[in-house]
């Protein structure tokens, strides 16, 4: 199944398109609640924990602390996507006049047991470079 974890879209015009269009492409909507920013992915994403790719296989999160307060920034995380419906995703986005949201990433078996925290601190990280900032 078709899956995206929403964090700071509630605040946004944003997110009641982005609701609408995950249900239209069969998607389950999951928002990240504040209090869930240390549990793992994988968990957040209702993934079981045994029996997964990722028990075998996976990165360690990086070694980072990011404070709630500092995490302002919208993200946007697809699980269970084809390269295809990823597309027809964006599209979708774009057709319904969401922005480019600049912390966007796929789930992989490497970052399914990573903190919810850590992921936003490495997309951030790297968004941050890729902008020379």
Same mark, same amino acid.
């Given at each position: 199944?078709? /899956?995206?974890?929403?964090y700071?879209?509630?605040?946004?015009?944003?997110?009641?398109?982005?609701r609408l269009?995950?249900?239209?492409? =069969?998607?389950?909507?999951?928002?990240?609640?504040?209090?869930?920013?240390?549990?793992?992915?994988?968990?957040?994403?209702?993934?079981?924990?045994?029996?997964?790719?990722?028990?075998?296989?996976?990165?360690?999160?990086?070694?980072?602390?990011?404070?709630?307060? =500092?995490?302002?920034?919208?993200l946007?995380?697809?699980?269970?996507?084809?390269?295809?419906?990823?597309?027809?995703?964006?599209?979708?986005? /774009?057709?319904?006049?969401i922005?480019r949201?600049?912390?966007?990433?796929?789930?992989?078996?490497?970052n399914?047991?990573w903190?919810?925290?850590?992921?936003?601190?490495?997309l951030?990280?790297?968004?941050?470079?890729?902008?020379?900032?």
């Open positions: 199944m078709k /899956k995206i974890l929403v700071k879209l509630e605040e946004t015009p944003y997110e009641a398109p982005l269009l995950a249900a239209e492409q =069969d998607v389950l909507y999951i928002q990240v609640e504040k209090t869930k920013l240390r549990n793992e992915l994988r968990e957040l994403l209702m993934i079981p924990a045994a029996g997964t790719d990722a028990d075998g296989v996976f990165s360690p999160a990086p070694d980072v602390w990011i404070h709630r307060r =500092d995490m302002v920034e919208p946007l995380l697809l699980y269970g996507f084809s390269n295809e419906e990823m597309e027809a995703f964006f599209d979708g986005m /774009k057709s319904c006049g922005p949201i600049r912390l966007t990433a796929m789930a992989t078996v490497h399914l047991r903190s919810f925290r850590a992921l936003y601190q490495e951030r990280s790297e968004a941050d470079a890729m902008a020379g900032k």
